[in-house]
């Protein structure tokens, strides 16, 4: 959530970075509460000063002119109600101000491009070659199936459409590739943590997936309301909700391996078949609290942390730069690491990395102090997947298969897969 104080100190500089983003982002109403809480301000600090004046009038009076005392008095309680009543007002204000702010994103970043969509992304940097195929190759979906280790059609008989068993091979893949993801980044210093999978309004509400995109959430039936997990960034980044941080200890770096649940409410008709949009799915995410002035720097390496997966599989990939109108909610700046599939033919995103700035710590009440005694302030908190588990078995699927519909298990993964080095029918 953005700071209230600061959008009304720079209301038109914010308003127009807002608008950068797109989106038809009306503020219309918003800037005519802004206006109402001005006067609001002005109306009381006036009143303030006229009660605080009558007051020393009546200190002078007391002693010299005991008998007009009671008419200041009547004076006082006058201006004392009007105060309170003014008062009454600019709290509704600042509430619906506030209620406002949740369903506005954050200020992109100077140094993200102005763009409408994905076609406006800056590309940052690529790394290796695209595989050279010697034959057509085949999608993920086709080939799994043929393998006889991905089941769709079971899945939907006892689940529904957007869901799949793994079997076999392709099962315990998947699980090596979540062991490999945590043991590489825990050696970079991330501190690995199981998360809960059901979080309550409070959390969802800190990372800004609430009150905007409810209708994407799983949530729990009666009274007891809890949310399934979009992704891990729920739960790691609500791990220090309420809390003041030792400055000296920052950055906090976690990592956490989870499955993710999502209705896909807005993604009729996308991806319909194969393991990219799934209504549930494997995740590693990589969530850091940083200090406003290192944020950034802290972006760049969770980034490159993100990619490291990715080349020590061998994966060719490239890291592009999201515009202001393609970024995230809560997102001050993005990069978004996309991995080729032969396949389709397409880079396909794997995983999304950004920087937060205080957006989320604000909702959340993560703050940290400087110094002992310091006044607290707010973290920056970042986040990105390292990486999506099933999109990342996609992209072995496609660019290590083999003529024969057989596929070739990544070396790094080798010590994970209990002699298993390839999947074959």
């Not at 600042?94 to 140094?111: G, I, Y």
């Not at 994905?118 to 993920?140: C, I, M, S, Y």
């Not at 290192?294 to 980034?303: D, K, P």
């Amino acid at each position: 959530m953005l700071d209230l104080k600061e959008v009304a100190r720079n209301y038109e500089a914010v308003v127009a970075r807002l608008k950068d983003r797109g989106g038809n982002l009306d503020l219309s109403a918003f800037g005519q509460l802004f206006v109402e809480r001005k006067q609001l301000y002005i109306d009381v600090e006036g009143l303030s000063a006229q009660r605080n004046t009558t007051n020393d009038e009546m200190k002078q009076r007391a002693k010299s002119d005991p008998a007009s005392i009671e008419a200041l008095r009547g004076q006082m309680r006058e201006v004392s109600q009007s105060i309170k009543e003014k008062e009454t007002k600019l709290k509704e204000v600042e509430d619906k101000l506030t209620a406002m702010l949740m369903l506005v994103p954050n200020v992109p970043d100077a140094s993200v491009p102005k763009g409408s969509s994905e076609a406006d992304n800056q590309l940052v940097r690529t790394w290796g070659e695209k595989p050279n195929l010697p034959f057509t190759a085949k999608q993920h979906f086709e080939i799994g199936e043929k393998l006889g280790l991905l089941d769709f059609e079971r899945a939907a008989k006892v689940s529904g459409s957007r869901f799949a068993f793994y079997k076999g091979g392709l099962a315990r893949l998947e699980r090596a590739l979540v062991s490999f993801m945590i043991d590489e980044h825990t050696a970079k210093g991330y501190t690995e943590l199981l998360p809960p999978y059901l979080v309550n309004r409070a959390s969802m509400t800190g990372t800004g997936q609430l009150p905007k995109f409810e209708d994407d959430a799983f949530k729990t039936a009666g009274e007891n309301e809890l949310f399934l997990i979009p992704t891990a960034e729920v739960p790691v980044t609500n791990y220090h909700q309420d809390e003041i941080l030792d400055g000296a200890q920052l950055p906090l770096k976690y990592c956490a391996f989870s499955p993710c649940f999502r209705a896909e409410a807005g993604a009729a008709g996308k991806d319909t078949r194969g393991l990219i949009r799934m209504h549930q799915f494997h995740k590693v995410e990589l969530v850091k609290f940083a200090t406003p002035e290192t944020s950034m720097a802290e972006l760049e390496s969770l980034t490159a942390n993100a990619c490291a997966i990715l080349e020590k599989l061998k994966l060719h990939h490239r890291v592009t730069l999201l515009c202001t109108g393609d970024m995230g909610f809560a997102s001050c700046k993005t990069y978004d690491i996309e991995v080729w599939l032969p396949g389709q033919q397409a880079y396909r995103e794997i995983s999304s990395c950004s920087n937060f700035s205080d957006f989320q710590a604000r909702r959340a009440k993560v703050r940290y102090r400087k110094e002992k005694g310091d006044k607290p302030l707010l973290v920056h908190t970042l986040n990105g997947s390292g990486l999506a588990v099933g999109r990342t078995l996609v992209a072995i699927l496609e660019n290590y298969q083999r003529e024969d519909g057989s596929v070739v298990i990544p070396e790094a993964l080798w010590p994970y897969m209990g002699g298993l080095k390839e999947l074959k029918a």
